[in-house]
Every structure is written in C-alpha cells, then in structure tokens.
C-alpha cells in the first residue's frame, strides 16, 4: 500500500497526527491477524479480533456507524503520545482483547487462571517477531518513495529474491557493480527508516 506523503503511517500516528481511519485499518489488520493466529485463535476469532481491537482504537461509535468500505475520508483517528509509545500501546490492547476471546471459549475462568510468566513470554516473543515485520513492511513502502524505481527493482531481485547479480544486472539493463551499490544504498536506507520508526 503506497502512501501520499513520504513520512510513513506509523510515525504520522506516534507524532500524533492525523490520519485516515481507511489507511490504519489497512496497515494495522495484518499486523493484529497476524498476532491472533500466533496466539492461537481460530481464523473466525482472528477476525473478531481484529474487530475488537479496531472498535477499541476507533472509539465504538466509529465503526459501528460505518461499514469499513463506506468510512467517509474525514473520520479520521488521532493517538496522544501522552500514552506512551504506540507500539506498546497496540501491544496491550490486542493482548487484552485476545484475552476477552479465550474467556468467550470457556477455556478460562478468569485471568489469575493464566499461567502468567509463560503467557507473557510467549505473547511478548510474538509480538516483537510480527512487529518486526510489520516495521519491514512499512519500511519497504518507504523505500519506494526514497530510491529511483531501478534501484529498487535491483534491490528486490538480487536482495530479496535472491537472483544471481549477473542475471539481475542484465535483465536491468544495469553494471554488475550497480546492482551491488543499489543493494547496500537500500538496505541503508531501510535501516534509517526503522531507526526512525522506533524512535516514535
């Protein structure tokens, strides 16, 4: 998912701008799927909690007035930095909401029932894996906006796709050396970008 302007979605909302509730939901429902699945849920839990943990951001109201292709371009979600970093903030409601759904199954009776410093652990190891990539993934969305589309391109395949640099360099039309500058050009750049994205 591109973006109109070249600061990325995480840092407009941790610099406490902002931003539409469309491009959060996009950006942020893979990430949430994601930590569901390795906690555990069923794919129909998932969804609930990926709605969940949305309503709770969005303040109830919001999503429940529109259907999620109908949210009007205004409606628009603003973070106080006042409640500390977003990530960690992410992090707390989709534990807890994640909690709400296993109380739902009947498997808990209650939360003192959970074998916490297990639970936790575990959670928390999820967590920093899935938001890793979600900061690569932002991250590589960025990357887009600060290279020439052949240094990416050269990136994407020699890097990422890991094609021989003779085949990347010849396809693109491009010095075997090229293709090695545009790879380590990008990996910089990426590297900034999530410094950037984790000072937020």
């Known amino acids: 998912m591109?973006?109109?302007?070249?600061?990325?979605?995480?840092?407009?909302?941790?610099?406490?701008?902002?931003i539409s509730w469309r491009v959060f939901y996009e950006t942020y429902r893979p990430l949430i799927h994601l930590v569901g699945r390795d906690c555990g849920l069923t794919p129909g839990e998932n969804e609930e909690l990926?709605?969940?943990?949305?309503?709770?951001?969005?303040?109830?109201?919001?999503?429940?007035?529109?259907?999620?292709?109908?949210?009007?371009?205004?409606?628009?979600?603003?973070?106080d930095p006042a409640k500390g970093r977003f990530r960690y903030f992410l992090k707390a409601i989709i534990r807890n909401q994640?909690?709400?759904?296993?109380?739902?199954?009947?498997?808990?009776?209650?939360?003192?029932?959970?074998?916490?410093?297990?639970?936790?652990?575990?959670?928390?190891?999820?967590?920093?894996?899935?938001?890793?990539?979600?900061?690569?993934?932002?991250?590589?969305?960025?990357?887009?906006?600060?290279?020439?589309?052949?240094?990416?391109?050269a990136f994407e395949m020699y890097a990422l796709q890991g094609r021989p640099v003779k085949e990347v360099a010849d396809f693109l039309n491009l010095s075997v050396n090229s293709v090695y500058v545009a790879k380590n050009r990008c990996i910089a750049t990426i590297k900034e970008i999530i410094e950037d994205l984790e000072k937020k």
């Open 98 to 153: 994640a909690l709400k759904l296993y109380h739902k199954r009947g498997n808990l009776v209650n939360i003192d029932t959970i074998p916490e410093p297990a639970v936790e652990a575990k959670f928390d190891s999820d967590w920093d894996e899935e938001w890793k990539k979600h900061l690569f993934t932002q991250a590589m969305v960025e990357l887009k906006n600060h290279v020439q589309a052949v240094t990416f391109s």
């Open 2 to 18: 591109a973006f109109t302007t070249k600061k990325s979605l995480l840092a407009k909302v941790r610099a406490g701008d902002e």
């Open 50 to 79: 990926v709605q969940l943990v949305m309503c709770e951001l969005f303040q109830k109201d919001i999503l429940a007035k529109y259907n999620i292709d109908e949210i009007p371009q205004n409606i628009t979600f603003k973070y």
